[in-house]
């Protein structure tokens, strides 16, 4: 048979980077493999499927340390931030979180990221495999008197689901209680004697965490969480069916500089006081096309049948080429294969009756509403 | 009944001149969990090396070759609602079609148990 998945990329030049948990991984039977420059584990032995249920049902530790963790302080910088992102910083009290997007001059996307106020400074996540550009493209943008600092020995930990709450909160200590964060908002806490910065967000659609901690305290605190009957590792297979169940896009298959965020439906982004002040990467072609709407969209496919249509399948509308799916895969909640596309603006409302190419074969399928999966946020 | 291997993962069960076809339990092991089997249609006729069936899982689409020529005898039609069988039973109850072999010759270009073993292990 064909396209067995090989565990090691040997072709790739760049020895792949080791993060603070990789011992711990490899000691719970993950299968690791690389994925942006680092070893990550995809599964443990329970493998996607159950992985993906247990996050659903009960709450899966997810390892994301390979992402970017970056924290700019310095005079003016709010300002000098909202040159470069379609954000409203004014609105952003410490202790919020918000989504936003980094764009180039076209208002093309180079990186979603996740920005919060901590202490005097910004705290960013961007995604592992553009962190480099990001930090470059910021170093380069941003004035002299803005310091950013790349928290790399700074490791990221996400608890998700719906018993994250029940396993976390015995475990912390602020000065506030943990159940005063609602989604999108942060806060400093100790975690098992450890200083922590704990956002209520994630990447899954469900209830959750996500944890910053020194690098070297990961695998401790990583063992105390999962303590907790309700807490299993989970690996980045099924934080990729969890996100696409919650039809959350995936930086560099659903977002790219070739895509912008109202193409992507990611309106939210810009925010209200940008949209009438411009003055952001490629605020004119994104506030005209805030108004004219896009030729294509991002829209949720439901597939008939049970096999999957994968990224850069071609998406028709009777014998007309529409479009192209930019994530597929099968979704374990619903128990059939779904996708995200780019379709021309015409077949992109619910109901409409597309089929997808998968190697030759057409797969049946229609357009529905995002997310897949209902969101479950603690709000 | 001898069985015989191929170097894409698929095996072999020869009983008189009909073959029973299925991915190894390592190959299943590599494309994790299985979400549908497409089989071959029933009395088409295949010549080895052809993409006959397709295997998905959360992972990857995974062509399966057959191993021998001939035709298509048999599918195993309780994979429409359980391709999971792939995964828990890959070299039994996971079967995937029989063949009615044209060149019974065609088995000795495979492999048995022992050097299939010994070429996963070096893999």
């Not at chain 2, 001939?70 to 996971?94: F, H, I, K, Y």
Request: proline content about 5%; overall charge negative; charged content about 25%.
């Amino acid at each position: 048979m064909s396209d067995i998945p090989v565990d090691d990329d040997l072709d790739d030049a760049a020895e792949p980077l080791i993060l603070p948990l990789d011992s711990w991984h490899r000691a719970r039977g993950a299968r690791m493999v690389e994925f942006a420059g680092y070893q990550m584990p995809v599964q443990y032995a329970d493998g996607i499927i159950a992985e993906h249920q247990w996050t659903r049902e009960h709450a899966g530790l997810f390892d994301v340390s390979h992402m970017g963790q970056l924290y700019l302080s310095g005079e003016d910088m709010d300002s000098a931030v909202e040159a470069l992102l379609p954000i409203d910083l004014a609105t952003l009290n410490p202790g919020q979180v918000r989504y936003s997007l980094l764009l180039d001059e076209n208002g093309g996307i180079l990186d979603d990221l996740m920005i919060s106020r901590w202490e005097s400074g910004l705290y960013l996540v961007v995604n592992g495999a553009t962190k480099w550009d990001d930090i470059g493209h910021l170093r380069e943008h941003l004035p002299d008197e803005i310091t950013l600092n790349h928290l790399d020995e700074t490791a990221l930990l996400a608890l998700q689901g719906p018993m994250a709450f029940a396993a976390l909160e015995p475990l912390v200590s602020g000065d506030m209680p943990l159940s005063a964060l609602t989604f999108m908002r942060a806060a400093a806490f100790k975690l098992g004697g450890v200083d922590a910065w704990i956002s209520r967000s994630g990447y899954t659609g469900e209830d959750g965490f996500e944890i910053s901690l020194p690098g070297e305290d990961a695998a401790r605190i990583a063992d105390l969480l999962c303590a907790h009957p309700e807490v299993k590792p989970v690996g980045l297979g099924a934080r990729d069916s969890l996100r696409l169940e919650a039809g959350l896009p995936l930086y560099g298959h659903d977002l790219s500089p070739e895509t912008s965020p109202v193409e992507a439906g990611l309106t939210f982004a810009i925010n209200k006081r940008r949209r009438a002040e411009g003055g952001f990467p490629g605020a004119g072609r994104i506030v005209g096309e805030l108004a004219d709407g896009t030729d294509r969209k991002m829209v949720g496919v439901a597939l008939e049948g049970r096999m999957s249509a994968r990224e850069g399948a071609e998406v028709f509308a009777g014998a007309q080429a529409v479009g192209t799916v930019t994530s597929g895969g099968f979704s374990p909640s619903l128990n059939h294969p779904i996708a995200m596309a780019y379709v021309n603006a015409e077949s992109a409302a619910p109901g409409t009756v597309l089929e997808l190419d998968n190697r030759g074969r057409r797969l049946a399928a229609r357009v529905v509403p995002m997310p897949f999966v209902p969101h479950r946020y603690f709000r | 009944m001898s069985r015989y291997f191929t170097k894409d993962h698929e095996w072999i069960d020869i009983d008189g001149d009909v073959g029973t076809v299925g991915i190894t339990d390592y190959a299943q092991g590599q494309l994790g969990d299985i979400t549908f089997v497409e089989v071959p249609g029933m009395g088409s006729t295949v010549a080895k090396g052809d993409a006959i069936s397709v295997v998905d899982s959360v992972k990857a689409a995974s062509d399966v070759y057959s191993p021998v020529s001939g035709t298509v005898a048999d599918v195993n039609r309780a994979l429409e609602a359980q391709p999971e069988l792939v995964n828990s039973d890959a070299e039994l109850g996971g079967w995937l079609f029989r063949i009615a072999l044209s060149d019974p010759g065609e088995l000795d270009a495979l492999m048995d148990r022992a050097v299939y073993d010994a070429y996963i292990a070096g893999l």
